[in-house]
């Protein structure tokens, strides 16, 4: 096996002492052919005798607890002491672990049987689950009872329907969950709510950031998506009677997902650029409109995304994108345009011709490999060519406040909200006494 050259000499270093076996993630991936992302070792050493054997690399004590801690070899290799599991009454962290020398009794606590191996620094592989079995057949199958293994960390359920995209794209090749793992992640999906936020969103993300729609399509059919985002369940079969749709708002939703980059934020954006059609939907000539289920979506998603925990900063670009998903590209003037950009951003609207390219695409099979329309893209081109400062108003409030002799208040906001209207229209038009003559017959006089 390819290893890279630190972590060989690390592990040489700790078997001396005592048995060390690497383990996880990275086993699994070289035993698939693929270059793993970081490394685990497991030992039999206690933590102080792994920062003792470790002495002159950086060693971080990540997880002292259970066992953990970090060595810099300079790739960072996770050291784990060998341990068995006791119970978990908080549903995240056993109750105690026990330090042990058997392998087979730390692999017993693991996951999944492909991430339930350990390898000798002799090269002897340890599968008591059948590890390899399941990698050749390209299945994910919980260690021991699901619905049990379940129920000590909820957070397994989210790793499944994870792995199962994971897996297949670094395979390129499909993978399943086990019958009774797939059962009691159905049954069970109600005690992911027992899992924080936090963890449950990067759980979302890294699933959100594959290529594979295996796992997504595995959330929605266990109903698991719907725990995290109960927004969501309201699109599941909610049809579209439109010319322009071939599907159910969540089919679309989910296509659109496939077809945006794999940025968080644009793959949050188009997971929830629909949220809020089932609320705004009106019939009109057996034909189905969703008048307002941007505005509406933007305020949604807000509330989704903080309670998911992410950050500010990307909260505020999804509902940006998800606010403006419906802007009127082909109809829209330079005005309409200068204004949306004004509104997101520069990335914000290259972020949102990427979403509704994809939103597009994801309507109709028809049009799966429909292009953004060159006189749009020239228009979009223009608007981001402009330097700022060509419609960064000339006057401010303090301007406006002193030509017509106003106090501080809402009409300052409301002549400026007009000025940079007018402004937007024209550039040209920005220059301080041009503005003031064009405000002063809209100036009242009453308050
Ligand atoms: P990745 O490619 O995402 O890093 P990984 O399998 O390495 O996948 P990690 O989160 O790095 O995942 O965990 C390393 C190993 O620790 C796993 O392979 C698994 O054996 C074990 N493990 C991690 N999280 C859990 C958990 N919640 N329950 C049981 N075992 C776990
Ligand atoms: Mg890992």
Same mark, same amino acid.
């Given at each position: 096996?390819?290893?890279?050259?630190?972590?060989?000499?690390?592990?040489?270093?700790?078997?001396?002492?005592?048995?060390?076996?690497?383990?996880?993630?990275?086993?699994?991936?070289?035993?698939?052919? !693929?270059?793993?992302?970081?490394?685990?070792?497991?030992?039999?050493?206690?933590?102080? !005798?792994?920062?003792?054997?470790?002495?002159?690399?950086?060693?971080?004590?990540?997880?002292?607890?259970?066992?953990?801690?970090?060595?810099?070899?300079?790739?960072?290799?996770?050291?784990?002491?060998?341990?068995?599991?006791?119970?978990?009454?908080?549903? *995240?962290?056993?109750?105690?672990?026990?330090?042990?020398?058997?392998?087979?009794?730390?692999?017993?606590?693991?996951?999944?049987?492909?991430?339930?191996?350990?390898?000798?620094?002799?090269?002897?592989?340890?599968?008591?689950?059948?590890?390899?079995?399941?990698?050749?057949?390209?299945?994910?199958?919980?260690?021991?009872?699901?619905?049990?293994?379940?129920?000590?960390? =909820?957070?397994? &359920?989210?790793?499944?329907?994870?792995?199962?995209?994971?897996?297949?794209?670094?395979?390129?090749?499909?993978?399943?969950?086990?019958?009774?793992?797939?059962? %009691?992640?159905?049954?069970?999906?109600?005690?992911?709510?027992?899992?924080?936020?936090?963890?449950?969103?990067?759980?979302?993300?890294?699933?959100?950031?594959?290529?594979?729609?295996?796992?997504?399509? %595995?959330?929605?059919?266990?109903?698991?998506?719907?725990?995290? &985002?109960?927004?969501?369940? %309201?699109?599941?079969?909610?049809?579209? /009677?439109?010319?322009?749709?071939?599907?159910?708002?969540?089919?679309?939703?989910?296509?659109?997902?496939?077809?945006?980059? #794999?940025?968080?934020?644009?793959?949050?954006?188009?997971?929830?650029?629909?949220?809020?059609?089932?609320?705004?939907?009106?019939?009109?000539?057996?034909?189905?409109?969703?008048?307002?289920?941007?505005?509406?979506?933007?305020?949604?998603?807000?509330?989704?995304?903080?309670?998911? /925990?992410?950050?500010?900063?990307?909260?505020?670009?999804?509902?940006?994108?998800?606010?403006?998903?419906?802007?009127?590209?082909?109809?829209?003037?330079?005005?309409?345009?200068? *204004?949306?950009?004004?509104?997101?951003?520069?990335?914000?609207?290259?972020?949102? $011709?990427?979403?509704?390219?994809?939103?597009?695409?994801?309507? *109709?099979?028809?049009?799966?490999?429909?292009?953004?329309?060159?006189? $749009? %893209?020239? /228009?979009?081109?223009?608007?981001?060519?402009?330097? =700022?400062?060509? &419609?960064?108003?000339?006057?401010?409030?303090?301007? &406006?406040? #002193?030509?017509?002799?106003? !106090?501080?208040?809402?009409?300052?906001?409301?002549?400026?909200?007009?000025? !940079?209207?007018?402004?937007?229209?024209? =550039?040209?038009?920005?220059?301080?006494?041009?503005?003031?003559?064009?405000?002063?017959?809209?100036?009242?006089?009453?308050?």
């Amino acid at each position: 096996m390819d290893l890279p050259e630190g972590l060989r000499r690390l592990w040489g270093l700790l078997n001396q002492r005592a048995p060390t076996y690497l383990v996880g993630g990275c086993l699994r991936d070289s035993l698939l052919g !693929q270059t793993p992302q970081d490394y685990d070792l497991a030992t039999a050493l206690p933590p102080e !005798q792994v920062t003792e054997a470790a002495a002159g690399l950086h060693v971080v004590p990540t997880g002292i607890r259970y066992g953990t801690v970090t060595v810099h070899t300079p790739l960072p290799v996770e050291v784990t002491t060998l341990r068995s599991d006791g119970r978990y009454s908080d549903r *995240r962290h056993p109750d105690a672990v026990a330090f042990t020398d058997r392998v087979e009794a730390d692999l017993a606590r693991r996951d999944f049987t492909v991430n339930a191996m350990a390898l000798g620094y002799d090269g002897n592989l340890t599968d008591p689950f059948g590890g390899r079995r399941d990698l050749r057949a390209r299945v994910i199958r919980a260690v021991g009872d699901p619905a049990e293994r379940f129920l000590e960390d =909820p957070l397994r &359920i989210w790793r499944a329907v994870r792995f199962l995209s994971q897996l297949e794209d670094r395979t390129g090749r499909a993978w399943h969950l086990e019958g009774a793992t797939s059962a %009691a992640i159905t049954r069970h999906r109600a005690e992911t709510c027992e899992v924080s936020e936090e963890r449950v969103r990067d759980e979302l993300l890294r699933l959100l950031m594959c290529r594979s729609r295996a796992g997504l399509a %595995a959330a929605v059919e266990s109903r698991l998506l719907f725990i995290a &985002i109960p927004e969501l369940a %309201a699109l599941h079969g909610f049809a579209q /009677r439109h010319p322009q749709h071939d599907s159910d708002v969540l089919v679309h939703t989910l296509r659109v997902v496939g077809e945006v980059e #794999a940025t968080p934020v644009l793959r949050l954006a188009a997971l929830l650029h629909d949220v809020a059609k089932p609320e705004c939907v009106l019939w009109l000539d057996g034909v189905t409109h969703f008048y307002g289920h941007d505005r509406l979506g933007a305020k949604m998603a807000e509330g989704i995304l903080r309670r998911l /925990r992410l950050p500010g900063e990307v909260v505020d670009r999804v509902v940006g994108l998800v606010s403006n998903h419906m802007f009127p590209w082909t109809e829209a003037g330079p005005k309409g345009y200068r *204004r949306l950009r004004a509104e997101v951003g520069v990335d914000g609207l290259r972020e949102l $011709v990427a979403l509704h390219v994809a939103d597009v695409r994801g309507s *109709r099979a028809a049009v799966a490999r429909w292009e953004l329309p060159a006189a $749009v %893209a020239a /228009r979009v081109e223009e608007v981001l060519a402009e330097p =700022p400062e060509v &419609i960064r108003l000339a006057v401010n409030g303090r301007d &406006i406040m #002193a030509a017509f002799g106003l !106090q501080p208040g809402p009409e300052v906001g409301r002549l400026l909200a007009a000025a !940079q209207e007018w402004v937007w229209e024209d =550039p040209a038009r920005n220059e301080h006494q041009t503005i003031v003559e064009h405000l002063r017959p809209l100036v009242r006089e009453d308050v």
